[in-house]
T-cell receptor
C-alpha cells in the first residue's frame, strides 16, 4: 500500500531564515505531487505541483520554491522566511492516470516568529 | 481562481442528528471528492464521485454528484463524536488539466454530546 511522509511535523523559524520541508511517497511510481498551504484551519491553497522529476508548476507567486530531485521526493524551500509564510503545509500525491483522487500527508506546522 | 462555495461554514449539532452540507459552483466539474480533516492532521478522502447523478455511500456517509455537474452534497447520518472535524469538497474542473483540484473552504462540524 502507499504511504506519504512529511517532516518535520512542526517547525518554528525566525523571519529571514531558510526553510526546507520534505515529502516522500512510498509504494507507487511516478506520482503527481502537490504542496498546499492551509491558514488557520480553513481552505487549501495549492502552491506547487509536479508531474515528474524536475518538473515543477507554480500556482501562486510567492516567497517559496519547490523541487523534485527524485521520483517520490518533493521539497518545499525558501531562502528567507516571512511572517506570512506561517501555516500548515500539506503534501499530497495522486496516481498518474484517469483518477483525480489526491492523498494527503500528515502536514507540517510552520510558525515564523 | 475558480471557487467552490461550500456551506454551511460551520455546524453545531447534537450527537445522533443527521448532517447535510453542500458545494456549488457556476462551473461544471468532472469529479467531486469529499475529505475530512481532523485537527492537526492531513485531510482524508471519504468519497469520490465521477458521474453526474451518482450517489455513493461509505458507512453513515452519503454523497451525490449533482445532475447539473455544478454541485455536490454530503450527508452524515446519526452523527457520533468522532465525526467532529472539517469537511472539504474538492472538484476537478471540466476542461482543466487533470492534475489539479479546486477546494471548498470547508464546513466545520462540532457535536455536542
Amino acid at each position: 500500500s502507499q504511504t506519504i511522509h512529511q517532516w518535520p511535523a512542526t517547525l518554528v523559524q525566525p523571519v529571514g531564515s531558510p526553510l526546507s520541508l520534505e515529502c516522500t511517497v512510498e509504494g507507487t511510481s511516478n506520482p503527481n505531487l502537490y504542496w498546499y498551504r492551509q491558514a488557520a484551519g480553513r481552505g487549501l491553497q495549492l502552491l506547487f505541483y509536479s508531474v515528474g522529476i524536475g518538473q515543477i508548476s507554480s500556482e501562486v507567486p510567492q516567497n517559496l520554491s519547490a523541487s523534485r530531485p527524485q521520483d517520490r521526493q518533493f521539497i518545499l524551500s525558501s531562502k528567507k522566511l516571512l511572517l506570512s509564510d506561517s501555516g500548515f503545509y500539506l503534501c499530497a500525491w495522486r496516481e498518474q492516470g484517469a483518477v483525480e483522487e489526491q492523498y494527503f500527508g500528515p502536514g507540517t506546522r510552520l510558525t515564523v516568529t | 481562481g475558480q471557487q467552490l462555495n461550500q456551506s454551511p461554514q460551520s455546524m453545531f449539532i447534537q450527537e445522533g442528528e443527521d448532517v447535510s452540507m453542500n458545494c456549488t459552483s457556476s462551473s461544471i466539474f468532472n469529479t467531486w471528492l469529499w475529505y475530512k480533516q481532523d485537527p492537526g492532521e492531513g485531510p482524508v478522502l471519504l468519497i469520490a464521485l465521477y458521474k453526474a447523478g451518482e450517489l455513493t455511500s461509505n458507512g453513515r456517509l452519503t454523497a451525490q454528484f449533482g445532475i447539473t455537474r455544478k454541485d455536490s452534497f454530503l450527508n452524515i447520518s446519526a452523527s457520533i463524536p468522532s465525526d467532529v472535524g472539517i469537511y472539504f469538497c474538492a472538484g476537478q474542473l471540466r476542461g482543466q488539466g487533470a492534475q489539479k483540484l479546486v477546494f471548498g473552504q470547508g464546513t466545520r462540524l462540532t457535536i455536542n454530546p
